[in-house]
T-cell receptor
Framework: AQTVTQSQPEMSVQEAETVTLSCTYD???????LFWYKQPPSRQMILVIR??????QNATENRFSVNFQKAAKSFSLKISDSQLGDAAMYFC????????????FGTGTLLAVQP | GAGVSQSPSNKVTEKGKDVELRCDPI?????LYWYRQRLGQGLEFLIY????????KSGLPSDRFSAERTGESVSTLTIQRTQQEDSAVYLC??????????????FGPGTRLLVL
């Protein structure tokens, strides 16, 4: 079975600085999808960025980018020019292409942004 | 509506009572998911509906949990004889469905359930 591990329960960053959130996963599959979701205090889960495993190029979405290392099964999220609105819980998630479309989540990293 | 909606937003119940949680997916989304989020934890998959296919119930933790969906609209998650360990936020998500494996799941705000 696939598992997702986020080893940083909490992180802190100064406004305008860069922070990297770590995620590792375990799978025997060769093709899959990886996601980062943001959950602010409102509880609404918001998709931040998505990576297809068959693509070597790292995904980017404005200030958000990933470092996808397939061989190492690592999928870190980099947030550049951090803003106060980035403060939230961040979840890494895995999705198989061969099974139900369910997402397998890590335990999350709580990001604080200091003014 | 514009997004996934869930009701109630919060629910407090007594141990042993039954509860029903409701999810209204985005119009036109054929796929619907229920997840559970315990305090300080990630989301756990509970059940998945795709159109008129048999639902994937592999994540339901016990036979006290059940869910229904009428066509491609509203879904109800029912927890019978609630226990304190059922206290959690229950999140619903919907997506376009089918075989678009790259598709995005859109989440509702969740229902926070507290069992006393």
């Amino acid at each position: 079975a696939q598992t997702v591990t986020q080893s940083q329960p909490e992180m802190s960053v100064q406004e305008a600085e860069t922070v990297t959130l770590s995620c590792t996963y375990d799978t025997s599959e060769s093709d899959y999808y990886l996601f980062w979701y943001k959950q602010p205090p409102s509880r609404q889960m918001i998709l931040v960025i998505r990576q297809e495993a068959y693509k070597q190029q790292n995904a980017t979405e404005n200030r958000f980018s990933v470092n996808f290392q397939k061989a190492a099964k690592s999928f870190s999220l980099k947030i550049s020019d951090s803003q106060l609105g980035d403060a939230a819980m961040y979840f890494c998630a895995y999705r198989s292409i061969s099974a139900t479309n369910k997402l397998i989540f890590g335990t999350g990293t709580l990001l604080a942004v200091q003014p | 509506g514009a997004g996934v909606s869930q009701s109630p937003s919060n629910k407090v119940t007594e141990k042993g009572k039954d509860v029903e949680l409701r999810c209204d997916p985005i119009s036109g989304h054929t796929a619907l998911y229920w997840y559970r989020q315990r305090l300080g934890q990630g989301l756990e998959f509970l059940i998945y509906f795709q159109g008129n296919s048999a639902p994937d119930k592999s994540g339901l933790p016990s036979d006290r949990f059940s869910a229904e969906r009428t066509g491609e609209s509203v879904s109800t998650l029912t927890i019978q004889r609630t226990q304190q360990e059922d206290s959690a936020v229950y999140l619903c998500a919907s997506s376009l469905g089918g075989f678009r494996v790259q598709e995005t799941q859109y989440f509702g705000p969740g229902t926070r359930l507290l069992v006393l």
